[in-house]
């Protein structure tokens, strides 16, 4: 009975790692297929190279300003978000090859920033340049 026991003992060493690395390929391959899947949208973003001034219509854009409190101003007036896109359509209407400037104040709210560039694509203009005000 001894020497039974000792030799069942000695057969069952070690981890069979079969069931192990197939699972490991199947993850693999899983991965690999979906990523083909998976695109990657993003803004593309124009940063002025120095200091950019928003005055004067010879600069070959139209300045969208953006204040801190919610105001936002085309051509020396407030207009209103829902307004931006009409505006825009005029003065692109103007000169064509103009692009949009939206200069932003440091505290102004995002989503609004986020809403007057949809306004500006609507408008038709994909030609859009980032600065903030001082």
């Known amino acids: ?11 069952s060493h070690g981890i069979d790692l079969a069931p ?6 199947n993850l693999l391959i899983f991965f ?7 695109k990657e949208f993003a803004l593309v973003v124009n940063r002025p190279a120095g ?6 219509a010879g600069t070959g854009s139209i300045p969208i300003s953006i204040l801190g409190d919610g ?7 407030v ?3 829902r307004a931006v896109r009409p505006n825009i359509e005029r003065l692109h209407a103007v000169n064509p090859k103009n692009g949009v400037l939206i200069v932003a104040a440091p505290d102004a709210q995002t989503g609004l920033l986020v809403q007057v560039v949809d306004q500006v694509h609507l408008g038709g203009i994909y030609n859009i340049t980032f600065s903030t005000s001082d």
């Open 1 to 11: 009975m001894r020497l039974r026991r000792r030799f069942h003992t000695e057969e």
């Open 71 to 77: 105001e936002i101003w085309i051509e020396g007036r």
């Open 79 to 81: 207009v209103d978000v």
């Open 32 to 38: 690999i297929i979906t990523a083909v899947f998976v």
């Open 51 to 56: 200091i950019v001034t928003t005055a004067g």
């Open 20 to 25: 192990m690395l197939d699972f490991v390929l």
